[in-house]
């Protein structure tokens, strides 16, 4: 896997295909297609062992960093498309936005993939996704926040 301390990777989505980069040369050492798709973010897990992608079929799909191969995809995530996506520091929850403004955090510990949490305040498409991580469990953080800030 690519560890979270590996700053010479990046990745990026366009269409059906997903990058992964080399910042130092450009060289692109992966693509990932899932044809007649279109791919809305992407993200690496913290601890390396997965990239983390949002679909417009309303999937969230997971590959392996090394080979692209499927490892896990979570169907129905949302039923407007998967348009924005980010990962916990503790490689163990997903948090997706949807195309009718839900925002889901998904358990991905063990072998299943289970909706943990879904909020449904947004009245739009949810574009972007941040965790802000501290001591504290990011899971309890973000769900502090969503609350106190009223969106």
């Not at 301390?5 to 910042?23: D, P």
């Not at 879904?118 to 498409?125: C, F, I, L, Q």
Request: aromatic share 6%.
């Amino acid at each position: 896997g690519f560890p979270d301390s590996c700053s010479e990777l990046f990745a990026t989505c366009s269409k059906e295909n997903i990058r992964v980069w080399v910042t130092d040369t450009s060289n692109e050492v992966l693509r990932i297609t899932v044809p007649n798709m279109t791919c809305h973010g992407v993200c690496f897990m913290r601890d390396g062992k997965s990239i983390i992608s949002a679909w417009d079929d309303g999937k969230i799909r997971a590959f392996k960093p090394q080979s692209g191969s499927e490892l896990y995809t979570i169907h129905d995530a949302h039923n407007q498309g998967v348009t924005a996506i980010a990962t916990a520091s503790d490689n163990r929850r997903i948090v997706s936005g949807g195309g009718e403004g839900q925002v889901r955090v998904w358990d991905i510990s063990g072998q299943r993939q289970v909706m943990a949490a879904a909020m449904k305040e947004h009245k739009g498409v949810v574009t972007c996704i941040k965790i802000r991580t501290t001591a504290q469990n990011a899971y309890h953080l973000l769900m502090m926040e969503h609350v106190s800030s009223g969106i």
